[in-house]
């Protein structure tokens, strides 16, 4: 069976990393987020909801093809024109 280079990237408090993974043709985002588990910083949980390719978010389901970096994109903490306000009213 063929099979793909891609990674996965997550970047966060916990730390950072980018795990290389080969995956049979047909892996989608999210079973490709599953395979890189114990490859990133330990207290990461994926949402479903929260991935993308190369910056553009994608769904879960979206099939991957060779090179794709899977990013794994976590909730923000501060809402950004709440992050304005703040900076506008220093």
Not at 59 to 85: H, K, N, Q, S
Request: aromatic content about 4%; charged content about 25%.
């Amino acid at each position: 069976m063929a099979e793909l280079a891609v990674e996965v990237a997550y970047a966060g408090p916990e730390g950072q990393a980018v795990v290389a993974l080969a995956v049979p043709v047909g892996t989608t985002a999210w079973e490709a987020v599953q395979l890189a588990l114990p490859g990133l910083p330990g207290g990461v949980e994926p949402n479903r909801e929260r991935l993308g390719v190369f910056g553009k978010k994608v769904e879960a389901g979206r099939v991957l093809e060779a090179g794709d970096r899977v990013e794994i994109y976590r909730a923000l903490t501060l809402d950004p024109m709440e992050a304005r306000r703040r900076r506008a009213a220093r």
